[in-house]
């Protein structure tokens, strides 16, 4: 019998990162500097013979705007063909609310619950890291991916 597992994508740069989560434990993470519109079907086969999918999770941005778009209509579909609850959050979860760069100077921040873009003139170098455990309060089934920026001037 296959182990029940949770799996969580991360899509917003390089590289992409995967964690497997038992019981909200992490048992094993996958990083990929491949592109995720290639790499993405041969992991999640790969997974689905080793492992019974409970659930999938993602960061809906802000990042790439194409990577999250891949994950999105990636993830989606699995979940209506599999029958998986789909369920998201944005990417200030994964990298401590640090800024998240959007373009030039402007990188997206979250002040309370709400993210806007702002201009900053040190440039900020942030990563993205699998939670060793996941706290599924943090994450909604609206998983609609964040396409937010707003007009660049």
Known sequence: MLKKVDILLIALSSPIQ???YENAVLIE?????EKSSDVLPIIFKELMQK???QRLYYANGPGSFMAIKVAYIFLKSISILKKIPLFAT??????KNQPIKAIGKLYFVK??????TQKLETAFVGSFE???ELDY??????TTPLYMIGAVG
Do not use: M, R
């Open 130 to 132: 699998l939670p060793n």
């Open 137 to 142: 309060s943090e994450f909604t089934t609206n």
């Open 111 to 116: 002040i309370a619950s709400e993210i806007k």
């Open 18 to 20: 995967i964690g497997v």
């Open 90 to 95: 944005d990417a200030f979860y994964f990298n």
């Open 51 to 53: 492992y019974q999918l």
């Open 29 to 33: 993470t996958i990083k990929s500097e």
